[in-house]
């Protein structure tokens, strides 16, 4: 692990931005962070929480998963997913929103289900699995303007802003595979073994593929979750070798420049130094043999 942690390291020392990241090997149990602990902005990695705190309430009864649900205009304001284009007032099951709040990030969904659980209810569920640098301090749309937060040259004010740790959403993940085979790691999600494979199953089906997965070898699995801000680039996951958990890997990324110096899209650098650090992780924990990668 020392030698993944160092090249790692240095391929974050290489970028002209700030990167986090905390790493578990899932084969020996061993972890590795950069700033692990560091509160950072969440973007839209906070919906792993959020979907969670749902099935927590489907669990209980408080919900259920075939429930029709409106997706009202008033949470189509914002420019992530599919449903703003959509018209207003249209109903789908429960399942179906907390899919596509997911697998696109759909912000619509993503609004009408934090008014359905309510924020006291996401940060509780938080807490209560032990992500205490976590908070969820914003409804969708937002109460500030996050984009005004994010461009800024300065470091954001976090204590405005929806915030996690690389190592909170890796706990999380880890306690969501749990849960598919351990009754005890379920319980202490609020689920059933069930809910956690439906859990691990929506991450699986991500359509959001330019960042952990891009440099994988096709048709690698990876459960995982993006956020995306003006500035931050973020990407938290699970991947698998066929069937087999590998590895957890959670990046977050900030402060990343509208253009690098070589000329690309800060955009597309920070996703893309994102899926050499999982390449990374793959070609040193991975048991298949094959070529490393050796792109830039």
């Known amino acids: 692990m020392d030698g993944l942690t160092a090249r790692l390291n240095g391929l974050c020392d290489a970028q002209p931005f700030e990167t986090g990241w905390y790493l578990k090997d899932l084969a020996t149990g061993s972890t590795a962070h950069r700033g692990g602990d560091v509160v950072v902005p969440s973007a839209s990695t906070r919906k792993i929480a959020i979907l969670m705190t749902a099935l927590r309430a489907v669990e209980a009864g408080r919900l259920s998963l075939t429930q029709p649900v ?5 949470h189509q304001t914002s420019n992530s997913g599919c449903f703003q284009f959509f018209l207003p007032d249209f109903t789908l099951p429960l399942r ?3 899919v596509m709040m997911i697998i696109v990030s759909d912000n619509a969904c993503t609004g009408t289900v934090v008014e359905m659980l309510g924020l006291d209810a996401i940060n509780e569920f938080s807490r209560s699995v032990g992500m205490t640098g976590t908070a969820h301090r914003q409804p969708v749309p937002p109460n500030v303007d996050l984009g005004v937060e994010a461009n800024r040259d300065i ?4 204590n405005r802003l929806n915030v996690t740790t690389p190592a909170d959403a890796g706990r999380l993940l880890e306690l969501i595979w749990l849960g598919t085979h351990d009754a005890a790691a379920a319980a202490r999600l609020g689920c059933s073994q069930a809910l956690c494979r439906l859990a691990l199953d929506i991450l699986g089906w991500q359509r959001l593929q330019q960042r952990l997965p891009s440099l994988l070898p096709v048709g690698t699995k990876v459960a995982h979750k993006t956020g995306t801000a003006a500035r931050n680039f973020n990407d938290a996951g699970i991947v698998f070798e066929h ?16 253009t690098l110096p070589d000329g690309t899209p800060g955009k597309a ?3 893309h130094h994102i899926g050499r650090l999982c390449r990374a992780c793959w070609d040193v924990l991975s048991t298949e043999e094959g070529p490393a990668y050796t792109g830039s």
């Open 70 to 74: 409106l997706i009202q205009a008033k």
């Open 96 to 98: 179906d929103v907390l």
């Open 155 to 158: 470091p954001p004010d976090l």
């Open 243 to 258: 069937d087999r958990p590998l590895f957890i890997l959670t990046v977050y990324t900030g402060r990343v420049p509208w």
């Open 269 to 271: 650098g920070a996703s």
